[in-house]
Structure formats: C-alpha cells, structure tokens
C-alpha cells in the first residue's frame, strides 16, 4: 500500500545509515510526494533521492547553524498547506541531528507530524552488542573538551542504565582512553561503527580489549560506543 504526502503535514523520516535497501517503502512514497524536503546537506540528500531513483523535490538547506531561523521559515510554508518531509543526512532525524525546533514548533501550533521510522545507529548498535538493552540512556556526542568528558564520565560511573554515546573518528582513541581512565580497564563496553555497511564492525567486552580492537581497524566513519553499568560481564 503506497503513502501519498498530505498537505499541511511534516513528516519525519528516518534515512539509511549506510544501506540503502534500508529505506522502506513508505519513506520512499512520502520522499517521492512531498512538496519540500527539509534536509541537513542538500547534496548529501541530493544524492541519494538520484541513487534511490526518486524526483528530487524542492530541497532546503536545515542544519544546526541556520535552524532557528530555517524553522520559522518552514513553518509557515506547512501553515500554507506545502508538505514537508524532515530528513538528516543518515538516520532518524532530531537524535544528534537537528530537528527538534521545527517539530516542537509544528506542536505548538497543532500541525500534524508523522514519522516515517527507520535506521538509528544507536539503537541498531545497542541490539548486536550483547549488552544490557531493557533500559539505556542514550547521551550522544559528549563536549569536545577532555575535562567535561571525564566529568561525564566520573557522574555516571554508577548509573543504573547502559549508557549510548556518539563519537567522531577523530576523538574516539582519547574518548576511550579516558573512559578507560574513569570507568577501569574492566569495565563492559561496546563500539560499532559503518554499521549495516561492508565494512561494519562491532566488538563487545573489556573496554582495553575493544580499545585494541578498535585501534587496530582503519578508522572512518562515526562511532556507537555503549558502556554497561558496573559489574555486567559477557
């Protein structure tokens, strides 16, 4: 059954995250028939509507710098009667990627959002890592700054839930060195990335060990490190 774009509606949609036969149908039908797609790098969502072989719609450039004003804008063209598909660069859009004004806009004023769900690195590798996945807090990207990760890190030492975090390529092996500085040698991690591409990876178990795994790997991409409370073991 196909999903045709209503007027006067925003739809959030999930995108692969590496993919691309993860995009369901349903995404692609309301991608296809939506007036404007609101998207976090218009090249980026350029080229994958013309690899998924969908009419490129009117795209329009939302990203962390400009979504205070972008949002405002797009609210207005949804009060107008345009649909509006939301869309980050890989997948589910306002978790670590922006969104979230447009959205809480569109409820203040009773627009009706709907979402498209698909592809969420966090949660895709939270279900292979082996860890506790019942309850889980998911942080994201902690500060750049060594001092207010370790600060994180020591808070929660004794948290109750399995802790998810994003990581850029370029901190993860000071990320796990201070985490390994806080938490111990022993403590129960997991890091995956490219996940659901050729080259994914995922390692669970001692955080050194999964550190010289990770390490020993060519590095690329975004990382999903996920950290047990204190005293799991595998």
Sequence with gaps: MSSVAERGVLYVVATPIGNLDDLSQRARDILSS???IACEDTRVTGNLLAKLGIPKPRLVSYRDENEKTVSEKLLSSIEEGTSLALVSDAGTPTIS???F????????VGIPVRSIPGPS????ALAVSGLPSDRFFFVGFLPPKSAARRQ???SYADFSHTLIFYESVHRIEKFLS???EVLGEDRTISVARELTKKYESSFSGKATVVKDQVLSQSRKGEYVVIVATKGFDL
């Design 152 to 154: 994180f890190f020591t």
């Design 97 to 99: 990627d922006p969104g």
């Design 34 to 36: 939506v007036g404007s």
């Design 178 to 180: 201070e985490l390994i």
């Design 121 to 124: 690195a966090a949660v895709a």
């Design 101 to 108: 004004r447009l959205v809480r806009a569109c409820r203040v």
